[in-house]
């Protein structure tokens, strides 16, 4: 079997080379190493946190690849590591990013962050939106986001409730 530092080494030339199918397959054989352990490597995360920060440079699809990846196992990274993903998925979100990989942005953060980071990001899109030129797309991934919300309605403090009420406005307004 081949060792991580091997596959790491695929994957960001892969990455560079934006062969979606390759680096599909790389991420498999990753998850499947990690499989018996508790936290990604940190060389793997400052690959894909590298990624992020330069996602304009890639072929349309291979940041979804990198993102869809987080979200199967995105448990395994660390709480530093977790802050860092979430400050370049917004900053991607405002981005020249198509709208697919937009609201994958959403879903993962509606789905893996916590229930505060979901509003917290929702709050900072509706806020940005209304700062910079119009964002249709800025809807879809508070949609996609409110998604994973709704069901945890019940269990959201006082604070969280008002940052709800904001992101329902938010919704009813403009779709």
Not at 33 to 51: A, E, G, P, R, V
């Amino acid at each position: 079997m081949r060792n991580s530092q091997d596959i790491y080494d695929e994957l960001s030339i892969a990455l560079r080379q934006g062969s979606k199918k390759k680096v599909g397959d790389i991420f498999f054989q990753i998850e499947y190493l990690n499989l018996s352990k508790n936290q990604f490597d940190d060389k793997l995360m400052d690959i894909i946190i590298d990624t992020l920060s330069k996602f304009k440079e890639f072929k349309e699809g291979v940041i979804e690849k990198v993102i869809l990846f987080l979200g199967s196992d995105f448990k395994k990274a660390s709480e530093s590591q977790s802050i860092e993903i979430y400050e370049k998925l917004k900053e991607i979100s405002f981005g020249n990013a198509d709208l697919s990989l937009k609201i994958i942005i959403g879903d993962l953060i509606g789905h893996k962050y916590s229930t505060e980071n979901a509003l917290g990001f929702c709050n900072f899109l509706i806020s940005k939106n209304g700062s910079i030129k119009e964002d249709p797309e800025i809807k879809s991934i508070v949609m996609a986001v409110y998604y994973w919300l709704r069901d945890k309605e019940s269990e959201f403090s006082k604070s969280q409730k008002s940052s709800y009420e904001k992101i329902l406005n938010f919704l009813n307004h403009n779709f």
